[in-house]
């Protein structure tokens, strides 16, 4: 059964359609990718899977629950998080406490367990403690655990988005260009982490990325978008060999 | 000597009131980035709600100050929640001009009820003899003024630093889809934002009204007053509104202390705090402890 199931999903702001007529579905486990022209609407898919955009029209499935109206804070506590293509972290504070404080969003212990710190206060402080230095070494931040983030070089602060975002120990992760403007090392670099959140812990990843290189490399299913219609699905095979996405982007002659 | 030291003593208790009466202006601005101009508004209705349960409903004095901080926080949450929160979003001007607004709706709803006009003063619940300490003296109001201030201010802290809500409500002035995206509601941390700045804005009108007295112009003025307080602190650091508050106490003080009545001067206790105020920021555009952002280009 699809672990995403967006149907029918048209968003417009005034006469200007972002997204017309969207069908997609996201299979657990699985990388799939969404690519297209600049302006094609990827980002806006993801800011109504987020909850950033309401659709206005169509639904977006989420394990039979409905995501076309929450909000955004109710969507990543469902167990979908996302990385930002322009950096949204937390510059003020280390790449730690950035960290924790999306750990920390859903806490289960009680006031009056805060307030004595004993049982189960410690006991779940003591885990977030982990999941987080946990996520840090996975991702290769160690170094930086300590810094503050807006000191960082760009393409630390990416990974470091990235990082937030699997502290939320999602189902799905949501990546909207998380390779734009970097150099090639850094590139392979976010490639092989992008797999082994998919292959190690076991996440759906929905990716969004202009290298079509990167992108027909490691995706399982891709969707592809022009003037915010699918234009064409499938494996990486079948979207480079189908005639209108090979128009949309080189053009007609 | 003495004389020299009792400014000093005066201007520490006016710059600590100055310091609590701004903490609810930083509290706002540092989540929403929003100068709020109804709040002393808010701050003459807090001591008015304590003057009232005090002395027409005979309420201990110390549980209608609780009760009024209480009631308060719920006012101005609810002002959050009816005028503000469909303004999210919009420009920050539009969001001001309401702020504007809501004020005088306020002045003109508490020039409705006796206490717009009239001048009231609180029961004396201190002994009334001064403290008097090497020639310098303090009257007990003032002292416990001081006290219960910096309390309050440490609590603010405490809370602004340690507590999730607090580092939450950081996380939303740093970055606020960051924010949304690990599971912060930013409409949540608005309203407490502003619900508790007008719990500070009673505390500071009960204060206020205990040491000067209860008048309406001149508690809703303070709302006023301490905007150079605030913008020197630096806009959103809650030290910075204590530092600058004792500051420009200080400054007052010694203005009125030393140079009024002397060559031909009067009134620079109002001035003064301007005058350094503007050559301070010449220096420290962002004021004494507020975050200069570097924006990378």
């Known amino acids: 059964m699809a672990q995403l199931n967006i149907s029918d999903v048209t968003l417009s702001f005034g006469g200007l359609k972002a997204l017309s007529h969207v069908d997609m579905t996201i299979e657990p486990g699985l990388i799939t990718s969404i690519i297209g022209p600049n302006g094609a609407g990827k980002t806006s898919m993801l800011n109504c899977i987020s909850g950033f955009y309401h659709p206005t029209k169509g639904k977006i499935l989420y394990k039979d629950k409905d995501l076309s109206h929450a909000s955004p804070h109710q969507v990543s506590t469902m167990g979908i998080a996302r990385a930002f293509q322009n950096l949204e972290l937390f510059s003020g504070l280390s790449v730690l406490d950035n960290l924790l404080l999306a750990r920390h969003q859903n806490l289960t212990y009680s006031l009056f367990h805060a307030a004595v710190f004993f049982g189960k206060a410690s006991r779940v402080e003591a885990e977030n403690r982990k999941f987080v230095e946990d996520i840090i070494d996975f991702m290769e931040l160690e170094p930086f655990r300590k810094n503050q983030v807006g000191n960082l070089s760009y393409g630390i602060q990416k990974k470091v988005e990235v990082a937030r975002a699997l502290t939320l120990d999602p189902e799905i992760l949501l990546l909207d260009e998380p390779m734009a403007g970097m150099n090639i090392q850094e590139k392979e670099d976010i490639v092989r982490f992008v797999m082994d959140i998919q292959k190690e812990r076991s996440v759906t990843v929905v990716l969004v990325e202009h290298d079509l290189g990167v992108v027909m490399d490691i995706s399982d299913r891709i969707y592809v978008l022009d003037f915010g219609e699918v234009i064409g699905s499938g494996t990486p095979e079948q979207v480079s060999n189908n005639p209108k996405v090979i128009e949309a982007y080189i053009g007609e002659d | ?297």
């Open chain 2, 1 to 297: 000597m003495s004389y020299f030291f009792q400014i000093v003593v005066s201007g520490i208790v006016v710059g600590s009131i100055y310091a609590l009466a701004a903490l609810g202006l930083v509290l706002v601005y540092k989540s929403s980035r929003v100068a709020n101009f109804a709040h002393g508004q808010i701050i003459a209705a807090g001591a008015f709600i304590t003057f009232f349960l005090t002395v027409r409903l005979g309420v201990p004095i110390f549980f209608s100050f609780l009760a009024s901080m209480f009631i308060t926080f719920f006012l101005a949450m609810s002002v959050e929640r009816i005028f503000l929160r469909r303004l999210i979003g919009e420009p920050i001007i539009s969001v001001i001009m309401v702020t504007i607004g809501l004020a005088s709706i306020f002045d003109g709803l508490i020039y409705l009820t006796p206490f717009g006009s009239e001048n009231f003063s609180f029961p004396a619940f201190l002994p009334t003899e001064s403290i008097v300490v090497g020639g310098v003296s303090i009257s007990w109001t003032q002292l416990v003024g001081v006290i219960i201030t910096f309390v309050l201010i440490g609590c603010f802290s405490w809370f602004f630093k340690k507590s999730t809500v607090g580092i939450s409500m950081r996380a939303v002035s740093d970055d606020q889809f960051g924010a949304m995206s690990v599971g912060i509601s930013v409409p949540r941390v608005f309203a407490l934002a502003w619900a508790t700045a007008g719990l500070s804005a009673a505390a500071a009108g009960c204060i206020i009204g205990n040491i000067t007295g209860l008048n309406f112009e001149t508690l809703h003025a303070f709302g006023i007053v301490v905007f150079p307080v605030v913008i020197l602190g630096g806009l959103d650091s809650i030290l910075g509104a204590v530092v600058a508050g004792i500051i420009m106490g200080l400054i007052q003080q010694f203005a009125s202390g030393y140079l009024d009545g002397n060559f031909g001067l009067n009134g620079t206790g109002d001035v003064m705090p301007y005058i350094i105020l503007l050559i301070i920021l010449l220096f420290k555009p962002h004021g004494l402890f507020g975050i200069h952002e570097i924006e990378r280009v």
